[in-house]
């Protein structure tokens, strides 16, 4: 089972704003590859500053989402999911992302870490933050390199824990 965790942080209210994204790969419940991107965003408007920490100034000389997202291709090369925590809205914005770069959208599905803590552990609240705590992951929230590796932990122990019973209609 392939998959890779992906976080975006976003520029302002627009899902097509992705000014940094995290991805990590995993391979048979192991990470393998671990990435992250500034990316320009399409306006010159950071709203979002406080949450994350980036300013135009680290993003205005970075390559649009279309270069960023060609350079990470391989790492979704027979990946048979994504996953990300709040999966509706990073899949959202990579497709906000795509649609305004002129890119096809991934046909990939998503998992949700979120559902998935309150499915499995039945965890209240399931945000990031909550889920690493109750798992001792280590988290910088709003960074996308870090949020995106929590996330892979969590999946790595969904798949653990369950069997990969959940999943076997993917295969």
Request: glycine residues 4%; proline residues 5%; hydrophobic residues 40%.
């Amino acid at each position: 089972m392939n998959f890779l965790a992906i976080d975006f942080e976003t520029a302002d209210y627009q899902p097509d704003s992705a000014c940094a994204v995290g991805l990590v790969r995993v391979e048979n419940e192991k990470i393998v590859a671990r990435e992250a991107y500034l990316i320009k965003p399409p306006r010159n408007t950071m709203v979002f500053t406080y949450l994350h920490g980036i300013t135009m100034a680290d993003v205005m000389s970075k390559p649009k989402f279309r270069d960023v997202w060609k350079t990470a291709e391989p790492l979704m090369k027979d990946i048979d999911f994504f996953v990300a925590h709040n999966a509706g809205f990073d899949k959202g914005v990579l497709h906000a992302c795509c649609a305004s770069s002129g890119l096809p959208l991934p046909a990939t599905e998503f998992e949700c870490t979120m559902r998935l803590a309150r499915k499995i552990w039945k965890i209240r609240p399931t945000k990031l933050p909550d889920v690493c705590r109750r798992f001792d992951i280590s988290l910088n929230h709003h960074d996308a390199a870090s949020d995106s590796d929590a996330c892979a932990q969590i999946m790595i122990r969904v798949l653990q824990e369950t069997g990969n019973t959940f999943l076997k209609n993917k295969k």
